[in-house]
């Protein structure tokens, strides 16, 4: 049976490999919707490749670019906030959430508030908004599916388990391409160094942040929002060579794990066919080969950021969304060779400790929290030393 597709983000990593295993299962997908922000022809060419009624771009001023690009096609295309949201609300099966950062949310909730099934890449969405998205899931009969590899690995180890029964739920981190470097290395690490991660191909922010670990701090957050065990049954371990992608133990001790290959084709299809599953065309995971799977605790002293996030949402109300802001310009200014890579997580830091807001309640309000802790975090940024 054909199902129809919106995918926000559909220029990025995640937009990629979902995109793949659309392409190669043609008859099972109506492509509804693609958006981007700025990326005009890639996304235009690849509306035209899989016959999409619409594609959207973020930034208004790439329309006239996508116009142009899609002209003679019958595509519709549109730009701007507000057209994302438009775009999110058209009535689909699945809609993938698969936008960089709080720019994310808003879509998100437009799908969430339409009822939609949603495949949740978009990590910062949920961080930033917490309950208010979890609770408009629960109010418009919504459902979010984990795509995260992470989340996605403790949604079916959580099939056929009541989380009451849950003891604890592990989440496990690669520990990024810095993990055995020496601290005075780490500190002079380059944007280049950073985003070339040991065993997951990503795109450039999420890469920064498995590098500084703040992506295993987002994630403790989105776990706690998908999962709600209570944070001390939440506990993060490195395991370098990213096979056992999270675990469930329960009350008798038993401990059910996912594995499978590092690649985001996986935890995808598995969104995408649920509650069936696909094929994908990964090779079978070879145990023999892998050899042996190790674990660690993470180093919060060399990398500070799993316990910032767990001290923002131990505090919770705003505390989440201005950490992820603030790590969000932080990402940028590094990206662009503005500030050493350890202050990236310092500038999170610094803006959690300098600002406070009322916990936000709805939508405009997490916006407006969003868009004060980029400002106090540019602050940072100008005031601050560079390293
Ligand atoms: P990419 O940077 O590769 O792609 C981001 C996508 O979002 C692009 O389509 C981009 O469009 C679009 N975009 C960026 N900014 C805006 C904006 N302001 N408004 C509208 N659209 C925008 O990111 P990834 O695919 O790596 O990650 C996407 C999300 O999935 C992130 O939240 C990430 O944390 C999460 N995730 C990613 C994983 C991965 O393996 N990549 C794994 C698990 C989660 P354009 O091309 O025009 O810039």
Same mark, same amino acid.
């Given at each position: ?7 926000? %983000?559909?220029?990025?990593?995640? =937009? *990629?490999?979902? +995109?793949?295993?659309?392409? @190669?299962? #043609?008859? $099972?997908?109506? &492509? ?14 690849l509306a035209r490749e899989f016959g999409a009624k619409l594609a959207v771009v ?15 096609? %019958?595509?519709?295309?549109?730009? =701007? *906030?507000?057209? +994302?949201?438009?775009?999110? @609300?058209? #009535?689909? $099966?699945?809609? &993938? ?35 208010v998205m979890t609770l408009a899931v629960a109010k418009h009969g919504a459902t ?172 919770g109300g705003a505390a989440p969304a201005i950490l992820n802001a603030a790590n ?60």
């Open positions: 049976m054909t199902r129809s597709i919106t995918l926000l %983000g559909a220029t990025g990593s995640i =937009g *990629a490999s979902t +995109l793949d295993l659309v392409r @190669r299962n #043609p008859d $099972d997908w109506q &492509v509804e919707a693609l958006t981007a922000n700025c990326s005009a022809k890639e996304l235009a060419a973020g930034d208004e001023s790439c329309l006239a670019e996508l116009r142009e690009a899609l002209s003679g096609s %019958g595509i519709e295309a549109a730009g =701007g *906030a507000d057209a +994302l949201c438009e775009a999110a @609300r058209r #009535p689909v $099966d699945m809609t &993938v959430a698969a936008i960089v950062g709080c720019a994310g949310l808003a879509p998100t909730m437009a799908a969430v508030e339409r009822g939609g099934t949603i495949a949740l890449a978009n990590k910062e969405a949920l961080v930033s908004a917490g309950s979010l599916l984990p795509t995260d590899s992470e989340h996605n690995a403790i949604f079916q180890c959580l099939a056929g388990g009541k989380i009451e029964d849950v003891a604890r739920i592990t989440l496990t981190a690669s520990g990024g391409p810095f993990r055995t470097w020496e601290r005075s290395a780490i500190e002079a690490a380059t944007p280049e160094q950073a985003v070339a991660h040991p065993n997951w191909s990503m795109g450039a922010k999420i890469s920064v942040d498995s590098a500084t670990m703040m992506n295993k701090g987002l994630e403790y957050i989105e776990a706690h929002h998908l999962f709600p065990v209570g944070l001390d049954r939440l506990k993060i371990v490195v395991h370098p060579q990213s096979v056992i992608h999270s675990m469930v133990e329960y009350r008798d001790r038993s401990t059910l794990a996912q594995l499978g290959p590092s690649d985001m084709r996986v935890p995808i299809a598995s969104c995408l066919a649920w509650p069936a599953r696909m094929e994908t065309p990964l090779e079978p995971l070879d145990l023999a080969r892998i050899g042996e799977l190790t674990f660690q605790a993470p180093d919060e002293e060399l990398f500070p950021a799993t316990r910032i996030a767990r001290e923002a949402i131990e505090a969000e310009i932080a990402v940028e200014a590094f990206l662009a060779g503005h500030i050493g890579f350890s202050r990236i997580t310092a500038v999170a830091e610094e803006t959690l400790a300098r600002y406070d807001a009322p916990p936000p309640d709805n939508l405009e309000n997490i916006l407006a929290v969003d868009s004060e802790a980029r400002k106090r975090a540019r602050e940072a940024l100008e005031t601050a030393p560079l390293v």
